[in-house]
């Protein structure tokens, strides 16, 4: 079953012909510009006296459709121009906050180290705080406590330990 749109014929015209059609068909203006407006006078009922200066003049249709054009145009661009604006700065932001989000990150990575580092002394703490009770004699719980004192050390870095001045023993 063939279609109703596969059986019509199109009708080509040419270029010539449109042409022909344009310059014997009358033109056609039409007045963009609302009621208000005075009704335009053909050009063939107009005074062919040159000299008189009364004569009317057919008015410019064209220029409040190029005026609204305009205006649209120039009201979008100012929409274009402060939606670029506001995507511009959008995306600063969130370069912004993507910084301060990774340098959070970081902080709290190095709090979480401190907490870990600072559970460890309290360990070492309570256990030789448990060895110094435990009643043993004081060269052995000197002993100990240099060792734990040792693994205290172990725990910090150089520049940790400068500025809890710490200075060994």
């Given at each position: 079953s063939?279609?109703?749109?596969?059986n019509?014929?199109?009708?080509?015209i040419s270029?010539?012909?449109?042409?022909?059609?344009q310059?014997?068909a009358p033109?056609?203006?039409?007045?963009?510009?609302?009621?208000t407006?005075t009704p335009?006078?053909?050009?063939?009922?107009?005074?062919?006296?040159s000299?008189?200066t009364?004569?009317p003049?057919?008015?410019?249709v064209?220029?409040?459709?190029?005026?609204n054009i305009?205006?649209?145009?120039?009201?979008?661009e100012d929409q274009?121009?402060?939606?670029?604006?506001?995507?511009?700065s959008?995306?600063?932001k969130?370069?912004s906050?993507a910084?301060?989000?990774?340098?959070?990150?970081?902080s709290l990575?190095?709090?979480?180290?401190?907490?870990?580092?600072?559970?460890?002394?309290l360990s070492i703490?309570?256990t030789?705080?448990?060895?110094v009770?435990a009643?043993?004699?004081?060269?052995?719980?000197?002993?100990?406590?240099?060792?734990?004192?040792?693994?205290?050390?172990?725990?910090?870095?150089v520049?940790e330990?400068?500025?809890i001045?710490?200075?060994?023993?």
């Open positions: 063939i279609s109703k749109k596969e019509k014929q199109r009708n080509f270029y010539q012909d449109v042409v022909v059609q310059t014997t033109s056609t203006i039409i007045d963009m510009r609302g009621p407006s335009i006078i053909p050009l063939a009922k107009l005074p062919t006296n000299t008189s009364t004569t003049t057919p008015p410019k064209g220029e409040e459709l190029l005026y305009t205006f649209l145009c120039n009201s979008y274009l121009k402060s939606t670029h604006s506001f995507v511009s959008t995306s600063s969130v370069t906050l910084n301060d989000v990774h340098q959070l990150q970081s990575q190095k709090q979480n180290e401190k907490i870990d580092t600072l559970t460890q002394v703490l309570n030789m705080e448990q060895d009770t009643g043993r004699s004081r060269k052995e719980a000197e002993e100990i406590l240099m060792t734990q004192l040792a693994s205290l050390e172990e725990l910090f870095s520049q330990l400068r500025d001045q710490y200075d060994g023993m």
